[in-house]
């Protein structure tokens, strides 16, 4: 997936992904992801290309079913003063008015480590969770 950025065209891939049944109230729901830190993005047009292909992926791997209505909502995220914001694109789905599930996939590594726990103190209940970190450079010698 790429992202156009000024006159910069730069790729971004996908290597967090979180998926929770969360069972809960709107209201209740969107309180736990603001206590979470993450802060709604007005205008998420831009990633909807990431939408499509994560909802492909989710339906492959029967994550989610292909025919289930999702929600999609953008955040931006930030540890604390002075560290980097991170996208966070989420799913949410609902069932007898209350939000049920909820997957959310940051687009850096290492953000969902750090909501996960926050969420699950909150009551979501983690039903898949894959964080992985950019390989280091490996040089061998003999």
Sequence with gaps: MRE?????LRARILRSLGLYIVNKDPEVFWLD???AG???LRHPEKYKGYFLTLKR???EYNLVDPDEALEEAVFVYSRGEGE???IVLMFYSMRRGK???VV??????????TLDGLLEKAGW?????????PARHLSLTT
């Design 84 to 86: 980097g914001k991170t």
């Design 38 to 40: 993450l802060q709604r």
């Design 99 to 101: 939000v049920y599930k």
């Design 4 to 8: 156009k950025l000024g006159n910069m």
């Design 104 to 113: 959310l996939a940051p687009l850096k590594p290492g953000v969902l480590k």
């Design 33 to 35: 992801v603001d206590v």
């Design 125 to 133: 209940r983690r039903k898949f969770l894959l964080d992985m970190k």
């Design 57 to 59: 992926w989710l339906s």
